[in-house]
């Protein structure tokens, strides 16, 4: 117990006290959520405390309209009262980092969620990121090993991409992330679960904040039911983590769950500041923030460190035009597409092969697994698209070679693509068991 407070104690010796008179601010107008503020000038992203009788309120500039600042806050509008006392705290957008993180579950705020001591974080990143230029970033070139098979041999990642799992809802993104997370070794992995349901931010903690991977992970938390600056701020700093780590020269592997509840969180606010929307209800500035936060993964040629980017898209009513999902596939370095079809059959992991790809596989693969992927993609493919014929028995065998030889191995194929979900299938073996598959 003294030994987790002594860098605290460490810390309070070394602070500065600060003698400057400190400004404040007064709550004039509360709609919707959205508090006007007078009296004080502050920037976008700067954080205040509001007082009220029994305590304070945490509250974020969000804008400013006609000499008054527009804030939200961090949580609910109970006891807030008009002219309540608004005081500057922190620095304007800059987020905690630091090797004190590891083995940690925080809030968006960086406040320990795990029951464990307060965080001494002696670092600070910007929460915007570390702009770089385009040459500035090293090309994806050494296959990252995710531990599911399928992937790895037939959508094989690489180290420094970013990669989208797209899918409706109940198909199976977070047991396809439990799964990465628990098969994959990379040296940090940061982990952001924003906008999600309690009990599974509760789950994860407790299967992989445990045991040796404790101590190289970082879990960043925003359920659904928190304000939407919140949970955007959720995602920037476990994104801001992960660069923190990437500029020490570690290779980090970020997974955000989901990128979908971080624009209905971009949306909310862009909403509640009068902006009007576009694309199926979605503001500009909401889509611009997936692409923001997607850009800020990958190889970083100064230090040699990277971050390989693992998102979730939640597309809605299984739309895989959903403005979400389209932004998302646009700006991402590949995509895996979970089929609601073949998770109903039964199959899981519910890779629809034939809809996934990565970008960066021919760069990383030998030409011989290349082809072996492509044969077994063509089987896919072929059996998929006869399959209502095969099934009420209109097809005659021997009329199409190709499909007569996706018929026979259909069964093979589509014990492939399943794996049981405790179960880490390495690269070597993957890609081992896809040649054999395809020499049959």
């Not at 993180?101 to 705020?109: H, I, P, Q």
């Not at 850009?295 to 460190?305: F, L």
Request: some cysteine.
């Amino acid at each position: 117990m003294l030994n987790g407070a002594l860098p605290l104690l460490a810390r309070c010796e070394e602070a500065q006290p600060d003698f400057a008179p400190r400004r404040y601010g007064l709550v004039t107008a509360c709609d919707g959520g959205l508090l006007e503020v007078s009296g004080l000038s502050l920037p976008i992203g700067a954080q205040c405390r509001i007082a009220h009788g029994s305590g304070s309120l945490l509250a974020e500039t969000i804008g400013f309209r006609a000499g008054r600042m527009l804030m939200m806050l961090l949580g609910d509008t109970v006891l807030l009262r008009p002219g309540a006392r608004v005081r500057p705290e922190g620095r304007p957008g800059m987020l905690p980092v630091g090797e004190a993180f590891l083995g940690r579950a925080v809030d968006g705020e960086g406040l320990p969620i795990d029951g464990g001591l307060p965080i001494a974080a002696r670092a600070e990143w910007p929460s915007g990121g570390v702009r770089s230029g385009a040459l500035d970033r090293a090309p994806v070139r050494e296959p990252f090993d995710v531990g599911v098979r399928a992937l790895n041999a037939l959508t094989t990642f690489g180290v420094g991409q970013r990669i989208g799992v797209m899918a409706g809802s109940g198909v199976g993104k977070s047991v396809l992330l439990d799964m990465i997370a628990h098969g994959t070794e990379a040296e940090i992995v940061i982990v952001g679960l924003i906008g999600e349901r309690a009990r599974e931010v509760s789950d994860f903690v407790e299967k992989h904040m445990s045991g040796p991977r404790r101590a190289r992970s970082v879990v960043v938390a925003v359920p659904a039911d928190h304000a939407p600056n919140l949970r955007i701020r959720g995602a920037m700093l476990a994104t801001s983590m992960a660069e923190y780590f990437r500029a020490a020269g570690h290779q980090v592997l970020l997974i955000m769950d989901s990128l979908t509840r971080v624009a209905h969180a971009g949306r909310e606010i862009a909403l509640l500041l009068g902006e009007p929307g576009a694309a199926r209800g979605y503001p500009p500035s909401a889509l611009a923030t997936i692409t923001k936060l997607v850009e800020r993964a990958g190889n970083s040629a100064a230090s040699g460190g990277s971050v390989t980017g693992l998102y979730t898209v939640l597309a809605d009513g299984d739309n895989q035009d959903d403005p979400v999902v389209d932004t998302a596939r646009a700006i991402l370095d590949g995509h895996v597409v979970l089929s609601r079809d073949l998770a109903q059959r039964g199959q899981y992991p519910a890779i629809d092969i034939a809809a996934s790809l990565s970008r960066v596989m021919n760069d990383i693969v030998d030409p011989l697994h290349q082809a072996d992927a492509r044969a077994f993609r063509a089987l896919i493919a072929t059996y998929e698209a006869n399959r209502d014929l095969v099934l009420m028995g209109a097809y005659r065998a021997g009329a199409d070679p190709q499909l007569d030889r996706a018929i026979a191995m259909h069964g093979a194929l589509t014990a492939f693509l399943s794996q049981p979900q405790r179960e880490v299938v390495p690269m070597e073996r993957s890609v081992a068991e896809l040649a054999a598959l395809m020499a049959a």
